[in-house]
């Protein structure tokens, strides 16, 4: 089950998906998000019952369509003007993902994103913010910028608490960005294992 699936990247993964006999698609769409496009790729469309995703909404499907993945690629659009006003919208879907997951079962694989923009360093297993060197003065140009790495180590902080309560969960960092490594996977080698 995909949340965001009307966007760019969900998008994407409804029609990787549909193309996989493995899989059966299922997208959690807000009640005003424009399906047309996702359509033919999805097995159903299931649309919040509330304004935003919420943890019931999660629930229900799992357990009415028996999901084993939930994959979060929802965010708020357009963004807002600081970190906190962002995150506050980013974390509904993504606290609906993981609390909805955890209320059917710890076996449930939520599989969360943290965008391109991100900057992690290796910390014994943690994930953690590469800050800018001091003296550093951002350009104007990179002010969004800043804005959602702030939001993605947030968004990650919140995955990383629920790993490490037990939850089944994985964040997926572009290989474009990152490059690969053995620690490491696409959404199709983490879905595959869900």
């Known amino acids: 089950m995909i949340l965001g699936a009307t966007g760019y990247i969900g998008g994407a993964l409804c029609r990787k998906f ?38 019931n909404d999660v629930t229900e499907a799992i357990r009415k369509h028996d999901i084993t993945t939930v994959i979060n690629v929802a965010w708020h659009m357009p963004p807002e003007p600081t970190k906190e006003a962002q995150f506050a919208k980013d974390r509904i879907a993504l606290e609906a993902a993981l609390h909805g997951a955890r209320a059917v079962s710890p076996d449930i694989h939520v599989i969360a994103t943290s965008g391109n923009f991100s ?11 590469t800050p800018p060197p001091k003296g550093y003065t ?3 140009y990179l002010v969004c910028i800043d804005l959602l790495v702030g939001v993605n180590v947030l968004k990650d902080g919140l995955v990383e608490e629920y790993i490490n309560n037990g939850g089944n969960a994985s964040i997926l960092y572009p290989s474009s960005v990152y490059g690969s490594a053995p620690t490491r996977g696409s959404f199709w080698d983490f879905a595959r294992k869900g």
């Open 138 to 140: 951002m350009p104007k």
């Open 18 to 55: 549909s193309q996989t006999p493995d899989f059966a698609v299922f997208a959690l769409v807000r009640p005003s998000s424009d399906v047309e496009t996702i359509k033919p790729f999805c097995k159903e469309i299931i649309r919040s019952q509330e304004v935003n995703f919420s943890s």
């Open 119 to 129: 900057l992690i360093t290796a910390d014994g297993g943690r994930i953690t913010e």
